[in-house]
């Protein structure tokens, strides 16, 4: 049992990374707003974009390589594409979920109300874990961080289970006009844009660096965390149902007042008594992303970097973790206003990409690079063709809802 869990690490930390505002916000709001009405989008999602994760690991168990290195491998138009998508959206994604942790350490831990303030706090203290620990204790931590994460979310679930006197219907709803949008933005973040299957990818070499890892250990780890990951997705979904559906409650989109609002109106239905476990709930849910997102974006433009300059220097990653973390910083001083904007960019990008990262991912894996033995069966095949298909039709909707 001690052996097996010792083997888990890239897949827990997926979820980690997957596991931050699509679950607290976006999951809390689809129950809020649609009741229990929005559990079929989140199970098809979640089923169509397996295939297009779990090829990250199975990739890099079977070649030794990263997604990355495949990319490279299939034309260097594609890395490159690659490398200037995630400069233009991984600043705005690691402020994005930093200013949401932030407001959540400040309702946890009081100190000061001033968000910039704590988010340099949060951003500087993870830098420095990532620096002094590297993936030993990020692999260790994101285990605890979990553990946390899922006895708070499944406790506070209950209670809210047990204390409702409400009748729920579990009649599914397919929303129009400005809910559509929302549908759309709800399924394309959940659970996580598909790039993150690159970070998976990296995060599975560095696993095989101080354990052995089989194909069947990697696809263990990676089931255990997209588990998860779906299981508390439907958590929260039904925290926001019956805590927040027809409360007439109307959401700040500003992550830190957010924070405050949801906290207080889960303390308000649920009472005084559970305001820490909810607190720890949600800052252990953001501050598992933001630790993730601020490792893996550095190792992914580090790899991106060696592979299109040919030069293996490891010093790399250093450069990358300093430079995300210094330009959030500068957008919390000087472009928090800007916010709102800089994350629809970073939307609109994950949403018209996914296809692009579904198709490549498929590609990969059923490449003559690819061991026959490590290949996808011809179950998972289909589902991959009709992910692309799905993916494609939704990222295609999104185009038209928000532009035409």
Known sequence: MIKAISKLGPGLLFAGAAIGVSHLVQSTRAGADFGFGLIWALVLVNLFKYPFFQYGPRYAIATGESLLDGYYKIGKFFLIAYFILNILTMFTIQTAVTIVTAGLASSLFGFTDNMVIWSLIITVSCYLILLVGKYNLLDRMIKIIILILAISTIISTGVASLNTSETYTFEQVFPTDAGLVFLVAFMGWMPAPLDISIWHSIWAIEKTKTHKITKKDSLFDFNVGYIATVFLGIC????????????????????????????????????????????????TTMLSTTITTLDASPRTMSRATQLLTENSNKNYYFHWISILAI??????????????????????????????????????????????????????????????????????????????
Do not use: W
């Not at 957010?258 to 720890?280: C, H, M, P, R, V």
């Not at 800089?342 to 990262?357: H, N």
């Open 236 to 283: 929260f979904v039904s925290l926001g149902t019956l805590v927040m559906y027809n409360s007439g409650i109307s959401f700040s989109s500003s992550g830190s007042v957010f924070a405050g609002q949801l906290i207080e109106l889960y303390t308000s239905n649920l009472g005084d008594n559970l305001y820490l476990i909810i607190s720890i709930c949600a800052f």
């Open 327 to 404: 330009g959030t910083m500068l957008i919390f001083y000087f472009l928090l206003s800007e916010m709102g904007a800089l994350v629809e960019i970073a939307t609109v990008l994950s949403f018209i990409t996914a296809p692009f990262y579904a198709i490549l991912n498929y590609k990969l894996v059923t490449s003559k690079n690819m061991p026959d033995q490590h290949k996808p069966s011809k179950l998972l095949r289909i589902l991959s063709v009709a992910g692309i298909l799905f993916l494609s039709f939704f990222a295609l909707g999104y185009i038209l809802s928000r532009f035409i």
